[in-house]
Nanobody, 112 residues
Framework: QVQLVESGGGLVQTGGSLRLSCAAS????????VGWYLQAPGKQRELVAG???????TYADSVKGRFTISRDNAKTTAFLQMNSLKPEDTGVYYC??????WGQGTQVTVSS
């Protein structure tokens, strides 16, 4: 079964960086419109960054200037580069595409 798989999460100190990856396991299917979402503890899942098929990007105000969403040239992997991390960035990050739905998520914990 083809599904989205996220990786790259972990524990990092405030001000640190992480790079998350999202790819379709068992497939080389292109990822067109991709969204990265954060589900913080006790909160609803929210969009933090998105990229269109043509490469246009959008960001939540809380991450602008710190996070960057991108894809590889083959559009098989999407990335979320997270810099200057804050404790409020803590939570499970999910990748989403309309065709494949949600990945299983990857935990990011930012310690103060």
């Amino acid at each position: 079964q083809v599904q989205l798989v996220e990786s790259g999460g972990g524990l990092v100190q405030t001000g640190g960086s992480l790079r998350l990856s999202c790819a379709a396991s068992g497939s080389t299917r292109s990822l067109d419109i991709v969204g990265w979402y954060l589900q913080a503890p006790g909160k609803q899942r929210e969009l933090v960054a998105g990229i269109s098929g043509g490469g246009m990007t959008t960001y939540a105000d809380s991450v602008k200037g710190r996070f960057t969403i991108s894809r590889d040239n083959a559009k098989t992997t999407a990335f979320l580069q997270m810099n200057s991390l804050k404790p409020e960035d803590t939570g499970v990050y999910y990748c989403y595409t309309a065709f494949l739905g949600w990945g299983q998520g990857t935990q990011v914990t930012v310690s103060s």
